[in-house]
T-cell receptor, first 117, second 116 residues
Framework: DGGITQSPKYLFRKEGQNVTLSCEQN?????MYWYRQDPGQGLRLIYY???????QKGDIAEGYSVSREKKESFPLTVTSAQKNPTAFYLC????????????????FGEGSRLTVL | AQSVTQPDIHITVSEGASLELRCNYS??????LFWYVQSPGQGLQLLLK??????LVQGIKGFEAEFKRSQSSFNLRKPSVHWSDAAEYFC??????????????FGKGTKLSVKP
């Protein structure tokens, strides 16, 4: 079955450490996204990538980094520069843009919960 | 700037009662509109979407939503709520031609609790 796989589901980090969250999709989707979710805040966009080897900052990119070396993979690194990294992180993909060329539907992984100790 | 407002943070309804979750958007053109549902600790699942045409759209799990351009609204409805509908619901607006916000802008969500 096609879908998006995020790992790990739970991750604990000490302050000052970088951690990388994995996101893999086998939907053959072009665009991939990382969102951060905090209680009562909805989803906030961290980074997105519409094609391989290209990515764009979202609204809250500071303290995060990404890469897109393969179409299927879009890992997110939470760096020590992120002041408040404890959150639920969601990866998503879309077949195309939210316009005439695409379905407009985002497919989500099951999320990764990061806790800083 | 584009935005989505879900005025109700938390709603509690009795099982079997009807439900309406409100969503208002701000966007300069005809939007693409979505409702997603999220169970605790899970990702989001698409309930329904509006692109064009009939303003009343049907979705999964017995949900429907009506696009009202004059009110900039896209409210979600269900005639009879089941206990399994307890979850958080997110309204989203799609930006047609990309942009810095990555195509979809989400509201902050409405948490639905269902009383037996």
């Amino acid at each position: 079955d096609g879908g998006i796989t995020q790992s790990p589901k739970y991750l604990f980090r000490k302050e000052g450490q970088n951690v990388t969250l994995s996101c893999e999709q086998n939907l053959n989707h072009d665009a991939m996204y990382w969102y951060r979710q905090d209680p009562g805040q909805g989803l906030r966009l961290i980074y997105y990538s519409q094609i391989v080897n290209d990515f764009q900052k979202g609204d809250i990119a500071e303290g995060y980094s990404v890469s897109r070396e393969k179409k299927e993979s879009f890992p997110l690194t939470v760096t020590s520069a992120q002041k408040n990294p404890t959150a639920f992180y969601l990866c998503a993909s879309i077949a195309g843009l939210a316009g005439p060329r695409g379905t407009g539907e985002l497919f989500f992984g099951e999320g990764s919960r990061l806790t800083v100790l | 700037a584009q935005s989505v407002t879900q005025p109700d943070i938390h709603i509690t309804v009795s099982e079997g009662a009807s439900l309406e979750l409100r969503c208002n958007y701000s966007y300069g053109a005809t939007p693409y509109l979505f409702w997603y549902v999220q169970s605790p600790g899970q990702g989001l699942q698409l309930l329904l979407k509006y692109f064009s045409g009939d303003t009343l759209v049907q979705g999964i799990k017995g949900f429907e939503a009506e696009f009202k351009r004059s009110q900039s609204s896209f409210n979600l409805r269900k005639p009879s709520v089941h206990w399994s509908d307890a979850a958080e619901y997110f309204c989203a607006v799609g930006i047609r031609y990309g942009g810095s916000q990555g195509n979809l802008i989400f509201g902050k969500g409405t948490k639905l609790s269902v009383k037996p």
